[in-house]
């Protein structure tokens, strides 16, 4: 009998205890569930404030343009006129001196790019590694004006004296002869490319050597094991590892490219004319809107600013086809 009420007693006493421990169990759960919302709301919020500003910059540009965009339409894509005298504006010369520049760029600075990278991480010695990648980086924080100086005074002369070589030399070959016909000014599409691939090797060459990085040592070194040379390792092994985030790369460098300012304005030339030479100057959607916006009124400025809504377009398509390319060889990777 005694027996039988102390054990009651101790049974009691474990359920009292036991109370406000679940009911302590129970409110930090339900603070956890209200800390997780809030947190979850925040960061919904901080990525609909990006996309609101995205929309928000391509709306107020297109509203901006609608004096030229609604009224002329197609014919201000297509047309090479721009006549601020009598209003007459075509954006096709910025278009395509925006698109050639930044193509000759990307075909100049991504072969150096992958040399740099695959340098810094399967062939230099581990002592010349750290300064070289702080040198690249310290490169890609140098500021666009810097380079659009540096062009304009030193790679600008330089050009104008190997121009009429090239006249000479490549100029007679069929089919891409045409490219470069034209005097010794130094400014024109070329030496805008060449800039702009000095600018954007930087940005590629990091992105390439940090995912270059990324491939795990035994994976190599099996290679290796097998007689594989260091081209056969990267082309084999490094490259199919990594072509999702190098090709994020490029394209990352695309993007800064197609939107300089302020080193294109400098060595384009800023002339209108639409020729096959890569000699002759042009222009490009933000060198124009750089050099005429600040003079422009009525008509003028809705066509620049028309501009840059066509800029933040092409920039757009260029980052979608990016991000179908990646979908595409992640798709492939999963099979």
């Not at 930090?28 to 925040?42: G, N, T």
């Not at 090797?201 to 094991?225: C, D, G, H, N, W």
Request: contains cysteine; aromatic residues 10%; glycine residues 8%.
């Amino acid at each position: 009998m005694i027996d039988e009420t102390t054990r009651g007693n101790a049974l009691s006493m474990q359920a009292t205890s036991a109370e406000p421990l679940a009911r302590d169990t129970e409110h930090r759960s339900r603070a956890d569930a209200r800390h997780d919302f809030i947190f979850r709301i925040l960061l919904r919020t901080c990525a609909l404030l990006v996309l609101a500003a995205l929309l928000g910059a391509a709306l107020s540009t297109l509203w901006g343009g609608r004096d030229v965009l609604f009224k002329d339409g197609f014919k201000f894509l297509f047309s090479a006129d721009w006549n601020p005298v009598e209003d007459q504006y075509g954006a096709l010369a910025p278009i395509a001196g925006t698109l050639v520049t930044s193509l000759i760029a990307l075909v100049l600075a991504v072969p150096v790019s992958f040399g740099v990278a695959l340098f810094l991480t399967e062939i230099a010695p581990n002592w010349m590694r750290g300064p070289v990648a702080t040198a690249i980086e310290l490169l890609a924080g140098i500021p666009s004006i810097i380079y659009g100086m540096w062009g304009l005074f030193v790679f600008v002369p330089f050009m104008a004296g190997i121009e009429p070589w090239l006249n000479d030399t490549l100029g007679n070959i069929p089919v891409i002869g045409a490219l470069f016909h034209g005097p010794p000014l130094g400014l024109g599409l070329l030496t805008a490319g060449i800039v702009l691939a000095v600018m954007i090797l930087p940005f590629i060459s990091s992105v390439m050597r940090e995912v270059f990085q990324t491939v795990p040592a035994r994976l190599k070194e099996s290679s290796y094991a097998l007689g594989s040379t260091t081209w056969e390792v990267v082309w084999d092994i490094v490259l199919p590892y990594t072509r999702s985030a190098v090709i994020g790369g490029i394209f990352l460098g695309l993007g800064r490219a197609l939107g300089e300012t302020m080193a294109v304005t400098f060595v384009l030339g800023n002339s209108y004319n639409i020729t096959s030479s890569l000699l002759m100057p042009g222009t490009s959607i933000s060198s124009s809107i750089a050099n005429e916006f600040n003079e422009a009124v009525g008509l003028h400025r809705s066509a620049l600013i028309a501009l840059g809504f066509l800029l933040f377009v092409v920039t757009f398509i260029v980052l979608l086809i990016a991000r179908l390319m990646l979908r595409q060889l992640a798709r492939k990777e999963g099979r």
